[in-house]
């Protein structure tokens, strides 16, 4: 068996120009799509990830404003900052790029964005709606993998799905929304003995824990699907994810390539985010 891909980049291009459609329909009403993102420090990946979300804004016609500050900036500064762009009404979603500087408390930070902007994902209320099937900002990296299960029509009822991590960004969240699409979850983490045989007994497999090669061929039950939401370099420098790619895609029946997966797909979410929270505003 060989593995098909799901390919982040052309899913991404395909629900970009659906929201370009939602951009323009709000801006003829008077109503661009606001985003502000906020980058301290001088983070090289940081930089990266901003650069390519202020771009993407860009291609569907968001209104972005890129703030940049040092990584001396205050605590109390930075949330000056988020307060001013709560009242400012062209400002639909607002982002802080993690990591922070170490001496900001990035909890605090989060929890100081308005609920109604947190396109993120992160606040504690989109935390409870997520948990409570209620309405809400999903996290855009597990929503984006959700977005990819939909595009090769994967029923998720009664399949079992493992989730390797448990981050508040992709893990926990990862695993509420395979539950509302009534999966059976297991949540794998570094203290879980035994990997392998669980990963074994899913039909699913979502690796999300920074680790190369966490994920190899004689863990993956054959036909299963695999979804790699991992970030790493390998000998030569080289992007790649939490699966050995090479081995899996011999036994998974779909998996997503790193880069060129779920990457894409975060930002997309984030757009899509951003163009809901502006509807909402009203």
């Known amino acids: 068996m060989t593995s098909q891909l799901i390919n982040g980049v052309e899913l991404s291009k395909h629900l970009r120009q659906e929201l370009q459609h939602k951009v323009h ?27 390519n979300k202020v771009s993407a804004c860009e291609q569907v016609g968001i209104h972005s404003v890129l703030d940049k500050a040092p990584a001396t900036l205050s605590q109390e500064e930075l949330l000056t900052k988020i307060d001013t762009l709560n009242k400012d009404p062209k400002i639909h979603g607002i982002l802080v790029q993690l990591p922070l500087p170490a001496h900001i408390d990035a909890q605090r930070v989060i929890e100081a964005i308005s609920p109604l902007k947190d396109v993120d994902g992160f606040h504690i209320s989109s935390a409870g709606a997520l948990m409570t099937g209620s309405p809400g900002f999903w996290p855009c990296t597990p929503f984006g993998c959700m977005k990819m299960l939909e595009s090769i029509q994967f029923d998720l009822k009664g399949k079992h799905a493992v989730v390797i991590g448990r ?34 007994q899913a039909d699913l ?45 011999e036994v998974a029946s779909f998996i997503t390539p790193v880069p060129g ?13 951003t163009v809901l929270a502006a509807e909402q505003l009203g």
């Open 205 to 249: 497999v979502v690796a999300a824990v920074g680790v190369r090669n966490v994920l190899t061929k004689d863990m993956v039950k054959p036909g299963a699907v695999v979804l790699d939401v991992g970030m790493n370099r390998d000998e030569a420098g080289k992007l790649c994810g939490d699966v050995d790619f090479a081995g899996v895609s």
């Open 25 to 51: 329909a709000l801006s003829a009403k008077g109503k661009t799509p606001g985003l502000a993102v906020i980058l301290v420090g001088d983070n090289p990946a940081s930089q990266v990830y901003v650069r």
């Open 261 to 273: 997966g779920v990457g894409p797909m975060t930002i997309t979410m984030l757009l899509h985010n």
């Open 167 to 200: 981050s508040n960004i992709v893990g926990k969240p990862m695993a509420m929304m395979l539950l509302q699409k009534n999966a059976t979850v297991t949540i794998c983490h570094s203290h879980t003995q035994n990997l392998a045989h669980l990963t074994r």
